[in-house]
């Protein structure tokens, strides 16, 4: 199937065209350390001279336990979320839970994310369409990755055209995600743009009992693989100590290994598109 562009910004995601990179901390933990974050994140990309979209989140609603940092809440994030974007001329994307919040988040972000737990939440994918900006939705853990065309066309019935199916992992038995390569090449038969999340692929849901652990020794061999299936993009959220990071810190990338992994990552694309004429059939 010929495959869709979706454009934001100045940025590019099609499965034929190069890496574009989804990046940035689980949460906003303050104001000022997300800033500090997004304004590393901006240098490196620049650096390797990649397309990047910087990752917010105001609200981890999914936490493990009720007593987890959950986020500094909507309307204090999208008005600092809102200048910070502007002054550093990037492209935003922004998790949505609630189908109410769509239209106020699309006044900031120029990506609304639909997380994994909520993927086949119609009111939600609708929320989302309707607001005109481009969806990036989470494969649910349990879902397989042909099914993911429901809602595909779910968002399509809406008028919606920019539409990009990011993998996760899937439910490995008890408090364990595996990856099937194979589903990035199925949700690519789409059409549309394939993220692969290198990060939460890793997780190890519930595996501290409170709050979720996970394997980050594993990203790289992860992303590596789905970089040599010439995917859109890659997903992954970054911290300057994983350690103390109020969320997904077992599974985050350190913000010092940003650089190294990007650049190679960008090695392996680039050496799948240029084999690419190579077919088993």
Known sequence: MKQKEVKVKNVVFSNDRPLVYLAGPCVIETPKAYEAEAIKLKSIFAALKTPFVLKASFDKANRTSHNSFRGIGMESALDFLKDLKNRLCVPLLVDVHEAAQASRVAEVADILQIPAFMCRQTDLLFACADTGRAVNVKKGQFLSPWDTEN?????????????????????????????????????????????????????????????????????????????????????????????????????????????????????VDRLAREISGVSSN
């Open 151 to 267: 809602i595909v066309r779910k968002l399509e019935s809406r008028g919606a055209k920019d539409i990009m199916l990011t993998e996760r992992g899937s439910s490995f038995g008890y408090g364990n995600l595996v990856v099937d390569m194979r589903g990035l090449e199925i949700m690519k038969d789409f059409g549309y743009p394939v993220i692969f999340d290198a990060t939460h692929s890793v997780q190890k849901p519930g595996g501290l009992g409170t709050a979720t652990g996970g394997d980050r020794r594993f990203i790289m061999p992860l992303a590596k693989a789905a970089a040599a299936l010439k995917i859109a993009g890659v997903f992954f959220e970054a911290h300057p100590d994983p350690a103390k990071a109020l969320s997904d810190g077992p599974n985050s990338l350190k913000l010092d290994a940003v650089k190294p992994v990007v650049a190679a990552l960008n090695r």
